[in-house]
């Protein structure tokens, strides 16, 4: 047998068994008590849901996009060797793209932290 069709037959075989233990394992049982905050013993003083700011996840959502683009970046100098015009070429795009894409969110204010 090909050994790459034996490899493929085995993960699926195992990523497969996983799935189905993965389903039919758990025994969830939620109730009151499972539900409530826990406070180290002590009645719960108030909600244990507290506003949470979105200016977070907006700071996490342009650091994911910067950090990918950024490594757009990363494997440019191993391609100098065969064209170092085009790699020039593609280096400037994408500092350009980063570049607006900064100057954008700054001019929406998405970079201000007081309202």
Request: net charge negative; glycine share 4%.
């Amino acid at each position: 047998m090909n050994p790459i069709l034996t490899m493929i037959l085995i993960s699926s075989s195992i990523s497969t068994i996983l799935a189905i233990v993965a389903f039919w394992l758990p025994q969830m049982s939620p109730d009151s008590e499972k539900l409530s905050p826990y406070e180290c013993g002590f009645d719960p003083l108030g909600s244990a849901r507290l506003p949470f700011s979105i200016r977070f996840f907006l700071v996490a959502i342009l650091f994911l996009l910067f950090d990918l683009e950024i490594a757009l970046l990363l494997p440019l100098p191993w391609s100098v060797h065969l064209d170092p015009m085009l790699m020039l070429t593609w280096a400037f795009v994408i500092i350009m793209l980063l570049t607006f894409g900064l100057i954008y969110e700054w001019l929406q204010g998405g970079l201000e932290w007081a309202e």
